[in-house]
C-alpha cells in the first residue's frame, strides 16, 4: 500500500519547537519532491515549504528563517524542523510527493500532488 505517514505534531508554547517527520511506505521518496502543507482551522491548504528529490528547499517567506526541511532517503523519511513557533503556526500539517509530473525538481497545489498523507495536528498556544 503506498501511503504517506506524518507525525510529531502536539502542542507547544509560542517561541517553542517541533519536528515533524513524514514517512513513505511502499515507494521510495528518492524520486519525489516532498512539500509540507499547513490548513489553519477553517482555511484552504497552503504549500509551506518543498525539497527536491535533489534536496533543494523553498519556503513561505515567513516560514524562511524558522523552518527547515530535510530528508533522509535511507529512511525513506522528510523531517520540517519548525523552530520560534508563533500561533499563526497553528494547523493541521500534511506531506505530500510527486514524482514525474515534476520531475521530482518542485511541489505544487496539494491537489495536483501524487501521494499524500493524513495530516499530524499542531497547536501554538500558550
Known amino acids: 500500500q503506498l501511503q504517506l505517514v506524518e507525525s510529531g505534531g502536539g502542542v507547544v508554547q509560542p517561541g517553542g519547537s517541533l519536528r515533524l517527520s513524514c514517512v513513505a511506505s511502499?515507494?521510495?521518496?528518492?524520486?519525489?519532491?516532498i512539500g509540507w502543507y499547513r490548513q489553519a482551522p477553517g482555511k484552504g491548504r497552503e504549500g509551506s515549504t518543498c525539497?527536491?528529490?535533489?534536496?533543494?528547499?523553498d519556503y513561505l517567506d515567513s516560514n524562511k528563517d524558522r523552518f527547515t526541511i530535510s530528508r533522509d532517503n535511507a529512511k525513506n523519511t522528510v523531517y520540517l524542523q519548525m523552530n520560534s513557533l508563533k500561533p499563526e503556526d497553528t494547523g493541521v500539517y500534511y506531506c505530500?510527493?510527486?514524482?514525474?509530473?515534476?520531475?521530482?525538481?518542485?511541489?505544487?497545489?496539494?491537489?495536483?500532488?501524487?501521494?499524500w498523507g493524513k495530516g499530524t495536528l499542531v497547536t501554538v498556544s500558550s
Open positions: 525539497i527536491s528529490k535533489s534536496g533543494k528547499s
Open positions: 511502499g515507494f521510495a521518496l528518492d524520486s519525489y519532491a
Open positions: 505530500a510527493a510527486v514524482g514525474a509530473r515534476t520531475g521530482g525538481d518542485y511541489c505544487i497545489e496539494y491537489s495536483a500532488m501524487d501521494y
